[in-house]
Every structure is written in C-alpha cells, then in structure tokens.
C-alpha cells in the first residue's frame, strides 16, 4: 500500500539493512526486530516456485524475505531473507529489491554469508573503494 501511494512506486528509507540467509537474519532478527516493527511487503525473487508465502509465517525459519520498518526509526528499513539466495539469482534479486525502494542518498548496509568468490555486480571488482567486505 505505502509503494502504491507514493508519487515513483518506491519505499523512500535513509538506510536500508539486507540479510541473506540464516545467519544473517538471526543477527538481525536478534538485534533489531526485537523491536516493534510493520511489515512492509515480501518480496519472492530467487526463491524456488513452490515456496508458499504468507504474512503470518515471519519465523526465521520460514523460507520467506519480508520488509520491516522499525517504528522507533520509521526512515529504516530492514530486509530480512531468511534462506539464502541462489549465487546466481543474487544480483537480479538485489536488482528487484532496490526497484521497491529509492535507494538514492540511503546507506545501504548488506548482511550475508556467502563467500566473495560469489559476488556479482555491474561494477567491476576493482573499482569497488574499501571496505567493501568485512569478515
């Protein structure tokens, strides 16, 4: 409803947080959804065709990626992807999470657990400044 209402189709957030996976999600689930929070939308990109999803199933362990806007921080927005996304669907999904939310001047903070060796970009490794990634 909040894309629908919005002037270009997009969620405006000063920071924007992604996590991809179990682990990452936990970090996150433990350290910021604790807190109050409205869930935005789901998005379902990557994940495979006969994953059922709902607005009532928002354990971690559903296969499910939801966006929460924290009510004491209403200009944040956290992506919270309790499966890991595919290497090869990785980017594309990133691509149609960012075509819901105008990313200009937002801080977008990316928690994951998959190996550098599987990033994918339209932007050359070598013209990334550091830090890029943080173990």
Request: aromatic residues 8%; hydrophobic residues 40%; negative net charge.
């Amino acid at each position: 409803q909040e894309i629908a209402e919005s002037p270009n189709d997009c969620i405006e957030c000063s920071a924007l947080i992604v996590a991809i996976g179990p682990v990452a999600t936990g970090f996150l689930h433990t350290y910021l959804l604790h807190q109050d929070s409205d869930i935005l939308g789901l998005l379902s990109t990557g994940l495979p065709e006969n994953t059922c999803n709902t607005f009532q199933q928002t354990s971690p362990a559903d296969n499910t990626c939801y966006l929460h806007r924290l009510k004491a921080a209403p200009s944040v927005i956290l992506c919270q992807c309790n499966v890991d996304v595919p290497p090869e669907m990785m980017f594309s999904w990133t691509q149609q999470l960012f075509s819901c939310i105008n990313i200009h001047n937002t801080y977008v903070g990316v928690l994951a657990s998959a190996p550098v060796s599987d990033f994918r970009s339209s932007v050359a490794l070598s013209d990334i400044t550091v830090p890029f990634l943080r173990g």
